[in-house]
């Protein structure tokens, strides 16, 4: 079969519906010109991917090939019940598909996705795509795709971050990080603030990473809504010091950011009080890190990768934890102090 | 020059002497010549009052040279006949040979000389009166010329030897004459250069001439059928170049070039694969634009074997390779079409070559036109009309572009053809069917040789010295030695010897 005349599956979507069966979604350009609508929607029951195929095949005007998914969406009513991994097994089977698919979350029914309003956006299947990969390039979220999420999945160090989207007022929104469990459950996600602090702790790094933060600092005399900084970090150095303390494990974190201020709401004489603007954002990161810490660490979740540090630099006590990094995780001390390095100002007036 | 005396259909009649009796021989010479109106018979008596007469083909004589060189001084200047026969005959002709057989004689006449017979003497003389249409020289038509010189060959071996004796003034530059053909015998040169070439390419070379048995060899490019190593592959192995220069400068690389009587054209040999993708332009721009226009010839020699079996085998089977937006386009291009990539691309292929032969034979004006109209209108309305997808239309634009970079005709044809069964291929197994598509066509070319010379080289089998000239042109400098895959005698440039 020639390309017009295959349905090439480009977002795929699973979900439970409310009686608990498995849905699946599958979106496929329409190539005929004659058709009003570019997109051909597919949304059948089935117990299983493969099941669901030949429920697509007899849905669609051609057949259907499964080797360019580009998204896969999985629903959050699907990720509390069940973990996903053995649904996606025929496509890792299959050495012809692809495992460059974006895995993402979807915080609602991934249905809304499909009814979303597309109207002044585009083919939904590169919609969803491009918002994901700008938001990936400007470094707000990580973008696993497909592999690396089932490496993540099944590696028993760390623990999946994929991003989240949802559907407000028919619209489709990135939210964040959805961060799963080592089972594959879903915990809990990450703001679109909280998420750029998550990566730069992880020395994760595309191109930039944008932070923007309340100052909590009481050395600076401005009015509340002004006490505003954002700063755009370019490069990160890491050290991280693994111990054993009392039995337990101690991470202690150095971060040397490198950044350019982008924004400052209030007056600071920066010529002459230039320790103390780096001092105030380096505080107020600090706070801000650990309470993103003190958050996962709450839920026994590790999508930051502490267990890569405390596996390869403590072997003999990850040895005695055997499997239980999660918990022992939880009882971690886990300081992480930041040193500023402001790159460029920008234009003072 | 070798004679043959089977050249002639009576040997013993031919063979016979020239009588001393005038009437005879001029009996006997409008007994040959029956059916020639072009043959003049002109009998007169010279000053001294001596019957001789003037034979020649009208078509093949110059007319002014037979009146003011021969006839004038004969009739009214000599004396007496006898002069002639002295060491230093007095008659403004550049060369005058004694003949005694007819054979000899009927070979002068077709040569274009003018016979003198005298009553009483029993041998002929020849004099080089010759004069025939002849083409002025002019720019060459198929190999244009940038920067060299702007002189191609004319259709008289003559001048084509002084084009090249103009770039090679070199005493050691041979030319060996042969000549094929038993009907119409023609003229062949060899030409070498004696210390650089090796020996055995000149002796392949004379074998394989002598051992053409035809009745007659037109042109060049039939000569070159019968003496190259491999007449059943499409690929040709020597080149035929109708640029003096670029002849002086495989002469000079320790190549052998033959050149043939009313042939505007040269061969050279040994060639290799390589040597295709070289235009003589190459040497006189400057080496980095010379080395960009080599990688792009060679990006153009894969793009017009493989794109459109690329696009058919995508198309048909493999179209997860082709990155989301591209698919989405070429998907809505393709929709309207009715047809299968392969009937696609073929009918579109096919429809280029016409247009391209069809220009070919057209005067230029007409030409041109055609050109425009079946470029853009045929292609406009096929679109439109849904019979064949816009990108298609692309790729085989391209793919036709490409094919005509390649600065040798013969090789750029080669190349056009070859990408049928490719696409054939392609359309039953994709990009499996194209990978064992061009393996057994790589294959074939290393296999290939001319005059024995593996016709992969220097790429396979490797010679890595020779790369300085192959897909980069190095500055002139470094190019010290001469090619390795043509081994000369003497592989290092004169004047360019280690102090």
Redesign the interface.
Known sequence: M???K?D?I?LLGIDLNEKNELVFFADT?V???DAKKKDHHIKVTAKSLREARYRFDSLSPGSI?K??I?TILIGKKLLQNRAVLPYLDVILRDP?D?LNSRVIFIDGPVEDIFNANMSDKG?L??VI?NMIDTSFYSGIITNPNLQQYVAQQLDTRFTPMVPAMKVIHNEPKITGMALLSHKGFYVTTLNLSESPLALSIQAFFTDKIPLSMNITSDKIHAKKELKRISIQIKKIKRKVDTRIVNGHYQFDVQLTLYADLVERMFFLDAEKHADLQNKIIEEQLDKEYNNLIRKIQQKKIDPIGFGVYARAFKYDQWKKIKGEWFDQYAKAKINIRTKLILINTGVSH | METNPSNTQDNNQNSNPVSSDIMVNIEYISNRFSHSPDLIIRSFQTKGEENVALVFFSCLNDKASINEDLLRPLMFHLDSISEIFQPEIPLPIGSVQKLNSWVDIEKAMFRGESILFIDNVSHALAFCTQGWPQRAIAEPQIESSLKGGHQGFVETLEINLALIRRYVTDDNLVVKEHSVGKRAPTKVYILYIEDVVNPDYVQEVTNRIQNIKKDAVLDLGELEEMIEDDPLTVFPQFLISERPDNIASNLLQGRVAILMDHSPNAIVAPMTLAAFFQSQDDYSSRWIVATFLRLLRVTAFFLAIILPSLYIAV??FH??V?P??L??S???S????PF??ILEAILMEIAIEMLREAGLRLPNPIGQTVGVVGGIVVGEAAVQAGIVSNIMVIVVSVTAIAGFIIPNYDMSSAIRLVRFPVMIISALFGIVGLSVGLMVLFAHLISLKSLGVPFGSPIAPIHLIDWKDVFVRVPLNWMKKRPFSVNPQQSRRLGEEKE
Do not use: C, H, W
């Open positions: 020639y390309l017009e295959s090439i480009l350009p190539f005929n010109t090939v080797g360019k580009q012809k692809d083919r299947s590169a795509r | 198309i048909s179209y997860e082709i989301l937006d698919m989405l070429v998907g809505e393709r929709s309207r079409v299968p990539p």
